[in-house]
């Protein structure tokens, strides 16, 4: 039985999701695409059935002869196919999405909110979907025509070389190569255009498998997303010339096998080695920064309870004055270096009296120092979210402003198009600004530790995190509030995505959530035990402290990635876009 490529497409993007908190089976990521390349290629590498019975149906006009060519087009035909894959992956996967909506208009939980925002909600999780899954589809289309295998089914290559032993393994190792290549660059693309949303990138996939994602300091977290394409196509073609060479009795060798394997083996090796180097904590070579994180654990819909706004920020001031007393008066000998309270963490912005006398209060309890969320609105100004490092008073204050905003929640992008405000301006009352430093802030004791701040989802943008590191201790510190997207799986994605940075630049990160994951992350993008807030109830949502010691190296190293950022993945669209110009150039001489 032949199923239809665009049951076997759907079916791939699907399964992918599994791979991906929530069910968190990685394992996935090495054989998804296994349906989406028999839609692709088919089983004999050859045109559908479907496409064949087109092309014989003589077009009765102009019109529909330009529409049968395009629907025949091999391109056409693999944008629709990946683009539906993409579609079937995105929309579960992102459904957490539509709890933002649901959030500002009062919700706490599933239970249902009404129709307008439910309705909004689904229409935003739909609209991101439609948007990401194109550069699915552009991929799908490259491997449809260009990256296409071009083996016969008697177990040659097409282009009729019968003579070299590993013609074949050849020819699967190009189209292996340049198909992963090309999911790079679209990955990398759709993480860049439009500020970018580069969230679950294939390489994310790989969170829990430590011992393959430790390479994320070469080529990121987007780069990783190589090998798993670069399996797939491998083991395709390995299916299809086992079956070809059953039928023949014809057995040819399978470098190409070899190759794939020995890339895994590879990658395992170094990940094994880097994660068995480790500096003892008695090492003269690390400084001890002792960090307690504090967690709210305060829903939106009460911070938004405008009826109740005092009553709530008198509540809001004294959590976080119980929790950060606890932090640092309990056993006294161990007292933290460093607090962190999550980004808006408290109810006024920075500037505001009752903000600052609080702070001077909770500032004078003990000697450390106090890094906060907030909103940073200073008259005659721009709006900043940012987030402030203080010690001793309020005066003696460090202030960074947030770098990379969020689009639709953050500022209205396009507020000026027409219909825009109308639409969303209620929702979305006024913009903040990007902050134009990337400088680290920098701590008093101990004396010369660096902190980088990631606030809200930064922590998942490797680009701009790279900018911050110096050649000194560093510690990435991520400030969220993940409050927005209730007990959703967007606690544990966001948290997946976040680890990369430890690895990508080699230094090790804690998270203070409101809500969300809590936790201390090394430099292997590990959490050790102990380091996550997690209750008797097998829950991260709740109200307390999490104290750690973090070891961070006097001379931490300046990886390739710290280096150089995303010159793999911007590589890889170079080894595309070289393919597309030969392909045409060709097509053209034809």
Request: net charge positive; charged share 20%.
């Amino acid at each position: 039985m032949r199923i239809p490529p665009f049951l076997a497409a759907l079916a791939a993007g699907f399964v992918l999701v599994f791979a991906y908190p929530g069910w968190n089976l990685s394992w996935i990521v090495w054989l998804w695409m296994l349906p989406l390349l028999y839609a692709l290629w088919g089983w004999d590498n050859k045109a559908s059935d479907s496409i064949k019975a087109e092309a014989s149906t003589p077009a009765p006009d102009q019109k529909s002869k330009i529409k049968n060519q395009k629907s025949r087009s091999p391109a056409w035909r693999g944008f629709r196919l990946a683009y539906l894959a993409g579609l079937a992956f995105f929309i579960p996967n992102l459904n957490w999405v539509r709890h933002s909506s649901r959030v500002i208009s009062g919700a706490s939980d599933n239970t249902w909110i009404g129709w307008g925002p439910e309705l909004m909600g689904i229409g935003a999780v739909v609209g991101l979907s439609l948007y990401i899954s194109l550069y699915w589809g552009i991929w799908g289309a490259f491997a449809a025509t260009i990256g296409r295998p071009r083996i016969s089914p008697e177990g040659n290559t097409t282009s009729g070389d019968t003579g070299k032993l590993f013609s074949v393994s050849f020819e699967s190792l190009r189209s292996a190569f340049l198909c992963a290549a090309a999911w790079v660059a679209c990955e990398w693309l759709r993480g860049i255009v439009f500020t970018g949303f580069g969230w679950n990138g294939l390489g994310v996939a790989l969170w829990k498998m430590k011992i393959l994602i430790q390479g994320a300091e070469f080529v990121g977290v987007t780069g990783l997303s190589f090998l798993p394409v670069f399996v797939a196509c491998i083991l395709w073609n390995t299916i299809l010339r086992f079956r070809q060479e059953v039928r023949t009795s014809r057995v040819r060798p399978h470098a190409d096998f070899f190759c794939a394997v020995a890339l895994m083996l590879l990658n395992a090796g170094y990940g094994a080695r880097m994660l068995m180097d480790q500096k003892p904590a008695s090492s003269p070579e690390v400084v001890p920064l002792r960090i307690a994180l504090v967690q709210g654990n305060i829903g939106q819909q009460e911070k938004w309870d405008g009826r109740r706004h005092m009553e709530v920020s008198e509540n809001i001031y004294n959590l976080y004055g119980k929790l950060t007393v606890q932090a640092v008066m309990q056993n006294p000998d161990e007292k933290p270096h460093l607090v962190i309270w999550p980004e808006s963490a408290l109810p006024f912005p920075f500037h505001d009296p009752n903000h600052v006398d609080f702070l001077n209060d909770i500032l004078g309890i003990s000697d450390f120092s106090l890094l906060t969320g907030a909103d940073i609105l200073i008259p005659m100004e721009p709006n900043y979210t940012g987030a402030s490092l203080m010690r001793g008073n309020f005066n003696n204050h460090q202030l960074h402003r947030k770098v990379h905003l969020v689009p639709f929640g953050e500022y209205l992008p396009l507020r000026n198009f027409p219909g825009m405000n109308a639409l969303l301006g209620d929702v979305i009352m006024g913009d903040f600004a990007s902050g134009p430093s990337t400088e680290p802030l920098k701590l008093e004791e101990p004396a010369g530790v660096q902190l980088i701040p990631l606030i809200c989802f930064e922590d998942t943008v490797g680009r701009l995190a790279r900018k911050f590191v110096r050649e000194a201790p560093q510690l990435l510190v991520n400030m969220t509030n993940d409050g927005w997207f209730l007990h959703s799986e967007e606690n544990e994605q966001h948290l997946s995505n976040a680890i990369f940075r430890s690895i990508e630049l080699r230094r090790p990160m804690v998270r203070a959530c409101n809500t969300g994951v809590t936790c201390f992350i090394d430099d292997k993008g590990r959490i050790p035990p102990g380091a996550m807030m997690w209750n008797e109830k097998d829950s991260f949502f709740y109200k307390g402290v999490l104290k750690q010691t973090v070891n961070l190296e006097k001379n931490p190293p300046m990886t390739v990635y710290a280096r150089f950022g995303d010159a793999f993945s911007i590589g890889m669209l170079g080894i595309m876009g070289v393919a597309i110009g030969v392909a045409v150039v060709r097509r053209r001489k034809k």
